[in-house]
């Protein structure tokens, strides 16, 4: 317990300083063997009557009150937690060649964490699945199977962001992630090849793994998961007739199958495969409209573009103003119309005071077009 | 799984304008309606379920920012694409709060009228 003597001293060396020194202050104010530094900064308020959320005290590095910024812990959580995900998924990839059983109850673990970590704050998870495979692999390790781990894991984000926005059943929606997940395990089976730009090509490189991947899903173990179910999602997924199937929409995993299917359409038109070929999510849109018309329910591609926008969270824009932009937030039903955090002005110049924008309070700014750019997504990767 | 033809309506009080958008958003697949004012504008969409409306500001006899108000009033979810020649920052804002989906100046910029339009067709 903090000395009542003490409180107000505590409280006048806190204000001014940066969060990481408010927390140490307050830490060792409090005796070891007692409560947490934000319960001792608690009490600290409740003394002075400071009407202040002690998250703010301990967490903010500088924002503003009132301004949505993206907290530190979340920063450093989510961006650790899709790390470690990125080096379990490897070594999975590892085991699933070269063993007939693989526990991959850990990997469950991750997708139960994305689920709490989008319902908390989506942001920089949904700007990690947007971060360049070079970033990801100097700051986790090597992926030897990228459409396997890296498309797997940014399939899942988007497949949970829109499950969780759906509401989906706590107790299925993990399901929901691991299918998004494994389901291109059968590509392990596979030399690794290119595919081509166009939608079709994307559409048979998927399909391409049907047989494999249930050769593979048979040496996974998940203690106390249902793998029947998880086998039922992903060979939905590869079932082209079934997913035209508008009668099945009712049916649970066709929902799931549907939603994992048309991320991972999107993920593999929009990431890396070489250098020739990069689609920002715009033209993805595009595309995926003219094409998919025969391919999805439409009610699935409403829902897809409605959730994840056509300027996804954690993408860059040019705007009208010349200036550079990320999309920060989305205005949801106004999709030409996000919320962007300035980065370049017109002259290239980095722009370092977080300069928000929502451009439909602003609209003659627009969006002149996305911009794909490793280096920018990469620098400004912290940047919400 | 066939889909159905979109249906969307131009209000402008220009020719010009309404034959220029009418022949862009054809080559989008779909149907195009035009009026130069907002009565007549009102009218078809009674009697049309339009995907998407385009509408100029500035007209004669009812404005577009009437016109705007009472779509949203009959027509909620319509999306509604306000179009004008003036940058009027106040009145661009003052649209926007009424609901319209989003707001485009001329000269238009057309391949991010092109992703407006679309956008509409895709989500709403």
């Known amino acids: ?384 | 799984m066939k889909s159905q033809t979109n249906k969307v309506l131009v209000i402008d009080d220009s020719p010009e304008i309404q034959e220029s958008l009418k022949l862009f958003i054809e080559e989008l697949g779909c149907e195009v309606y035009t009026t130069a004012n907002g009565e007549e504008g009102m009218a078809l969409a009674r009697t049309n379920a339009f995907k998407l409306i385009l509408l100029d500001i500035c007209m004669p006899v009812m404005d577009g920012k009437e016109v705007l108000e009472k779509m949203k009033e009959i027509f909620p979810d319509t999306p509604i694409i306000m179009i004008t020649g003036h940058k009027n920052e106040d009145t661009a804002k003052k649209c926007m709060e009424m609901g319209a989906y989003d707001f485009i100046s001329k000269p238009f910029d057309f391949d991010y009228l092109q992703t407006s339009v679309l956008s509409t067709l895709l989500c709403s």
Request: proline share 4%; with cysteine; glycine share 4%.
């Open chain 1, 1 to 384: 317990m903090v000395e009542p003597s003490l409180t107000s001293d505590i409280i006048s060396q806190i204000t001014d300083k940066p969060a990481p020194q408010r927390l140490r202050i307050v830490s060792e104010s409090a005796k070891p063997s007692q409560r947490t530094a934000r319960t001792v900064l608690q009490h600290l308020l409740r003394k002075v009557s400071l009407r202040v959320n002690p998250d703010f005290l301990l967490f903010n590095d500088g924002q503003q009150q009132g301004e949505k910024g993206v907290r530190t812990e979340i920063l450093d959580t989510s961006k650790q937690m899709y790390f470690r995900l990125v080096k379990a998924y490897n070594s999975v990839c590892d085991q699933l060649r070269q063993q007939n059983e693989v526990d991959c109850s850990p990997m469950l673990q991750h997708v139960e964490r994305t689920v709490d970590i989008l319902k908390h704050d989506e942001r920089i998870l949904m700007g990690m699945a947007q971060a360049p495979l070079s970033y990801i692999e100097r700051m986790a390790e090597k992926i030897d199977y990228p459409e396997v781990v890296y498309y797997g894991i940014n399939t899942m984000i988007y497949a949970l962001q829109i499950a969780n926005s759906l509401g989906f059943p706590v107790d299925k929606i993990n399901y929901l992630g691991m299918a998004a997940l494994l389901q291109n395990v059968g590509l392990l089976g596979n030399d690794a090849t290119e595919t081509g730009a166009r939608f079709n090509d994307v559409i048979e490189k998927l399909k391409s793994s049907t047989e494999q991947s249930g050769e593979f899903l048979q040496r996974i173990r998940i203690e106390g998961f249902h793998h029947e179910s998880l086998e039922a999602i992903i060979d939905i997924i590869k079932s082209r007739e079934t997913v035209l199937d508008q009668t099945s929409l009712h049916d649970t995993l066709q929902q799931y199958a549907m939603v994992i299917h048309i991320c991972n359409v999107f993920v593999y038109l929009t990431h890396e495969r070489n250098s020739d070929r990069v689609v920002s999510p715009t033209d993805a849109m595009k595309i995926m409209r003219s094409e998919m018309k025969d391919f999805f329910h439409p009610d699935v591609i409403k829902l897809f573009f409605n959730k994840l926008s056509i300027y996804p969270i954690g993408t860059f824009v040019k705007l009208s103003s010349s200036e550079t932009a990320k999309i920060v937030d989305i205005n949801e039903n106004y999709l030409m119309r996000p919320i962007v955090l300035v980065v370049l002005g017109g002259d290239k110049e980095v722009k370092l005071n977080k300069q928000r924008i929502d451009l439909r309070k602003n609209p003659n700014i627009y969006i002149k077009k996305s911009i794909v750019d490793d280096e920018l997504t990469e620098r400004f990767i912290d940047y919400f």
